[in-house]
């Protein structure tokens, strides 16, 4: 069982900055890859960005991408979403998961195991 904690959330105004982290509780953090979600209020939950498991190689959502980066600290057991540029539409829940599979993990039914959520607010 991989426990999944995000830290990082808040309020910030349209234009700034925030950096989420999510700490794993699995020593062999390096076999998942990591995947960043996010879920605003009425609306289904949506794909932010992936990293593969060696941090080699990252995909992002159009709406993103550009302005959000996912990076990965094995010795940590910690992945990252810096988010810079940020517009209230990406106001939302922001997930961190873990999933087994290889290749590029886009979808929620990739991963196996999903963190609490931490709120990000973006204010105009």
């Known amino acids: 069982q991989v426990q999944l904690v995000e830290s990082g959330g808040g309020l910030v105004q349209a234009g700034g900055s925030l950096r989420l982290s999510c700490a794993a509780s699995?020593?062999?953090?390096?076999?998942?890859?990591m995947g960043w979600f996010r879920q605003a209020p009425g609306k289904e939950r949506e794909f932010v960005g992936t990293?593969?498991?060696?941090?080699?190689?990252?995909s992002y959502a159009d709406a993103v991408k550009g302005r959000f980066t996912i990076s990965r600290d094995n010795a940590k057991n910690t992945v990252y979403l810096q988010m810079n540029s940020l517009k209230p539409e990406d106001t939302a829940i922001y997930y961190c998961?873990?999933?087994?599979?290889?290749?590029?993990?886009?979808?929620?039914?990739?991963?196996?195991?999903w963190g609490q959520g931490t709120q990000v607010t973006v204010s105009s």
């Open positions: 998961a873990a999933g087994r599979g290889f290749g590029v993990l886009d979808t929620p039914r990739e991963y196996e195991y």
């Open positions: 699995e020593r062999t953090f390096g076999s998942y890859g």
């Open positions: 990293i593969m498991r060696s941090g080699g190689r990252t």
